[in-house]
């Protein structure tokens, strides 16, 4: 069963998604985290298969500034991934009532998760292509985007509107190609994850090597589980659902014991 609200937290209306296959609150419950330029509905019905297939009721929202919340009121800077991770997430979970979540992010969502999860205790964190530093493929790659940015926002806008989309990606475009970013660096955080960690990385990964994929790993150390999938670029939910899927079953089994 889904259904839609929305929730102020400060002066930001969000919009989140719940999906309901258990109704056991001590199951613990999965939270997704979307990448950065993406929204609840990007995710398509993934959210609802992983769902159906762990038992585990879940929840997808929009960011301020993202999809169905409301727009954002400031300016992005380099510290966003930090603040989503220290004031709006908590701030959100607390709103609903929800301590020590299951984090599934994407991209800028899975680097949400990690910095959330050394900072809050959490069940797990399951991440998919984050980043915690800026690779030379990184910016190749966000470059290349902008070559197509017309033919990009153009599909953004479904989802975010024709101003919105353009501003989102604009202001993704400034941030991580900005000469200061370049320093940008948080692997000082992994080792402060308490929690199990499963990551997920595409070898053809349009904006990261491999070796981004390892230094995550071993900066949390024992507690993570780095799969890295073949035939499979930036969005492994999309380009290997059932393995990503399968992978993350088994992944939360172990931690639910």
């Not at 930001?12 to 998604?17: G, W």
């Not at 992983?50 to 727009?71: F, Q, W």
């Not at 915690?132 to 806008?157: M, N, P, S």
Request: aromatic residues 8%; contains cysteine; hydrophobic residues 40%.
């Amino acid at each position: 069963m889904e259904a839609e609200n929305l929730i102020r937290i400060g002066n930001d209306s969000i919009f989140y998604k719940t999906i309901k296959v258990n109704g056991d609150e001590n199951s613990g419950i999965l939270i997704f985290l979307h990448d950065a330029l993406g929204s609840t509905e990007q995710w398509r019905d993934f959210p609802a298969l992983l769902a159906e297939k762990t038992g585990l009721d879940a929840i997808v929202y929009d960011r301020p500034g993202y999809g169905r919340s409301s727009p954002a009121t400031s300016e992005r800077t380099g510290k966003y991934l930090r603040q989503e991770a220290e004031r709006v997430l908590p701030a959100f979970l607390e709103k609903l009532g929800i301590e020590k979540p299951f984090l599934f992010g994407h991209s800028d969502g899975g680097t949400i998760a990690l910095l959330y999860a050394a900072r809050h205790p959490a069940r797990a964190i399951i991440c998919e292509a984050a980043h915690v530093l800026v690779e030379e493929e990184t910016i190749a790659g966000i470059r290349h985007a902008g070559e197509q940015k017309d033919v990009l926002v153009e599909k953004l806008a479904k989802y975010h509107g024709a101003k919105n989309a353009a501003r989102l990606f604009d202001e993704w475009q400034r941030v991580w190609l900005s000469d200061d970013f370049r320093q940008w660096n948080v692997e000082a955080e992994l080792g402060k994850i308490e929690c199990p960690a499963l990551l997920f990385q595409g070898l053809g990964d349009e904006y990261a090597t491999t070796g981004h994929l390892a230094r995550i790993a071993e900066g949390i150390g024992q507690k993570a589980r780095p799969v890295l999938l073949e035939n499979c670029g930036h969005l492994p939910h999309h380009d290997a659902p059932e393995e990503v899927i399968e992978q993350t079953a088994e992944f939360l089994e172990d931690v639910n014991g």
